[in-house]
């Protein structure tokens, strides 16, 4: 099957028909080969899954031979707000091909990303009418709290990882969304990698594949 965006695919490790799927998103200025590598790790131990590692719709201007999924640059906040929801269509649509693609439900679709990846499928995971499984979340925002707290339809199982010394997308906007699941009544499992700047700790990799684990097996 052609998808909607270009895509990174790592098909399951056994060989056999997938039991369920990972779509993971870059950060901002990446592509799917990028976050493709957290795969690599995982399917060793998800050996039924097939893991789709998608490059953003757009291309990035400050990054380039690298994808966007919204611009960041100079542009305020409903700006922002708005090309968001336009990047969030386009994961609902690559979500719907492949569900088709593998004949899966929501609930066997797991979606995360890093940074900019984990500000868009937070965002589009909670607004998803039909509920899927769950969302990992790497060093990254809510997007707009106040559209987000008007438009939460499902609640899938989340955790959220930040490193303490990200100075990228500083660790206040982790604290900011534990205030934000508290206040809407919403557990969320949260861990701050230690030590670590804007990326992906092996702390993370492991504490991510276990939710994943837990969540989908």
Sequence with gaps: ??????????NPFSKKKAKNAVILCHGYGGDGKDISILANYWKNYLQETVFICP??????????????????????????????????IKLNLLINEVKEEYKLSS???SIGGF?????????????????????IGYSGKI?????????????PEIILMHGDKDE????????????????????????????????????????????LKKNLY
């Excluded at 380039?64 to 707000?81: A, V």
């Excluded at 900019?116 to 969302?135: A, E, P, V, W």
């Excluded at 997007?143 to 609640?155: E, P, Q």
């Excluded at 809407?184 to 939710?211: A, D, Q, W």
Aim: charged content about 25%; proline content about 3%; glycine content about 6%.
């Design 55 to 88: 490059d953003g719709p757009e291309k990035c201007e400050v990054s380039p031979g690298g994808y966007q999924w919204f611009d960041l640059m100079d542009q305020s906040k409903e700006k922002i707000l708005n090309k968001s929801i336009s990047a969030e």
């Design 168 to 211: 990228v997308v500083p660790i206040s906007y982790l604290l900011e969304a534990k205030d934000f699941f508290d206040k809407m009544k919403y557990k969320v499992e949260t861990i701050i990698m230690k030590n670590c700047e804007h990326r992906i700790s092996p702390i993370g990799s492991s504490s991510g594949l276990e939710f």
């Design 143 to 155: 997007i707009d709290v106040d559209h987000l707290s008007k438009n939460i339809f499902s609640r």
């Design 1 to 10: 099957m052609s998808y909607s965006l270009n895509t990174t695919i790592i």
């Design 107 to 109: 609930s066997q679709i």
């Design 115 to 135: 940074s900019q990846g984990c500000m868009l499928t937070l965002q589009t995971g909670l607004k998803r009418k039909d509920k899927i499984n769950s969302i």
